[in-house]
């Protein structure tokens, strides 16, 4: 089995993207003076509401299980063990009770947009070994998006989804001892991103648009591909006060940074073609403070995040706050840690960038879902294992 970015080649994209960038415009959102009489304001999210499990405990049961010799039906087993492991791990951190503290969280700080990533959609149906290579599981055992938006509404706010973006579509047969035992089935994950406006927001949507990467990471299992898309969405707001607003929503690749940031290039050079004022709500999966670089990787952890800087971009955490006290990640795999330690580092961000250069002032921001006080009290379950980012962003308007 092997990990390959699944595409026409890290570098050629690269090199293909930063040539239309290198000319391009950096537009400083903090250099000039905004206008004192604009009252154009928006409040914006980024949540990762995490998937459940860890999606990569199949790959490496069936990677080890082929550096170890074995043939195709070792590595099969290897992989329906592991599957079976994962999906039960879904079930244990319990996205009916998740979704009800980020509902309570996204009604106390009522976002008018918020980038959603790992909106998960989970099916299952019978074993069928030759799912991996055509996914066709039809039984929805959990969708994230239709539970989230139910407790959203229980909590007395509406949102509505405006953009949906369909990534990663994978399944693998799932079974506790062998194929054909009691507990086989097959299991299918679907993952979303996905932008939601809060209906009372003012904001009329007026366009959108939505990316799949042109390099992703590509897994191949037994001599099957499985493809883990990613990509970008966003949606064009306007509304009475003159914003005139393009609301980007990303999850950059976790596994490598050189695909992270091809990832980057591309989503800054398309989405941000606009004149409109450009907001990113990103789980980038890029830490500004860690300069290390994976062995396979040719760019550190850093660089994403460097990119989209270096395009204009201001991290609007660091209008205000250090980065020290904005952390977002990351929890352990349960989500049922005793204490907040887990957030030691921050991955998710937003940026902002005017078409031209006018100051964008940060009225109030803060990180929710990381204090202990977030959890569910009966089960002690975190949000999520990521926290969250909420900023209310002025000077939007003409």
């Avoid at 969280?105 to 290579?133: F, K, Y």
């Avoid at 509404?153 to 973006?165: F, T």
């Avoid at 994978?170 to 062998?178: C, L």
Wanted: glycine residues 8%; negative net charge.
């Amino acid at each position: 089995m092997t990990y390959a970015p699944r595409s026409r080649g890290v570098r050629a994209v690269l090199a293909a993207l930063l040539l239309g960038t290198a000319f391009a415009p950096l537009a400083a959102t903090s250099a000039q003076a905004a206008k004192p009489d604009d009252a154009g304001s928006v409040t914006v999210m980024t949540r990762n509401i995490y998937l459940g499990a860890d999606i990569n405990r199949p790959v490496r049961a069936a990677t080890e299980a082929a550096e170890a010799g074995g043939d195709q039906a070792a590595i099969l087993v290897a992989l329906g063990r592991a599957t079976h492991e994962t999906r039960e791990i879904v079930d244990r951190t319990n996205f009916a009770v998740r979704s009800r503290l980020l509902a309570d969280e996204i009604a106390d700080t009522a976002p008018d947009l918020v980038g959603l990533q790992e909106v998960a959609l989970w099916r299952s149906g019978p074993l069928d070994l030759a799912g991996i290579a055509a996914p066709s599981a039809t039984n929805v055992d959990y969708d994230f998006l239709e539970m989230l938006l139910d407790d959203l509404e229980e909590e007395g706010v509406s949102y509505e989804a405006v953009n949906v973006g369909m990534r990663a579509d994978v399944e693998a047969p799932a079974f506790a001892a062998y194929p054909g035992d009691p507990t086989s089935r097959n299991v299918r994950m679907t993952m979303r991103d996905v932008i939601l406006m809060r209906a009372d927001a003012g904001l009329a949507a007026v366009g959108g648009g939505n990316k799949i990467y042109d390099v992703n990471l590509a897994v191949e299992i037994a001599g099957v591909p499985m493809n883990f898309d990613r990509g970008y969405n966003f949606v064009d707001v306007e509304n009475a006060a003159g914003v005139d607003l393009r609301f980007v929503n990303t999850h950059l690749e976790a596994f490598s940074s050189d695909i992270a940031l091809a990832q980057a290039v591309q989503m800054v050079t398309e989405a941000g073609a606009t004149p409109r004022t450009t907001v990113i709500a990103c789980d980038c999966n890029s830490d500004p403070l860690d300069d290390s670089v994976k062995s396979f990787d040719a760019v550190a952890h850093k660089a994403p995040y460097e990119f989209i800087v270096g395009q204009g971009f201001e991290d609007m955490w660091l209008v205000r706050w250090p980065a020290q006290r904005g952390w977002t990640a990351g929890l352990s795999e349960l989500v049922n840690d005793t204490r907040a330690w887990g957030f030691d580092h921050r991955i998710d961000m937003i940026f902002a960038r005017t078409a031209a250069g006018e100051t964008i002032r940060v009225r109030h921001g803060e990180v929710t879902g990381d204090k202990k006080g977030d959890r569910d009290k009966a089960t002690g379950l975190w949000p999520s294992d990521h926290a969250g980012v909420v900023i209310k962003l002025e000077g939007l308007a003409d």
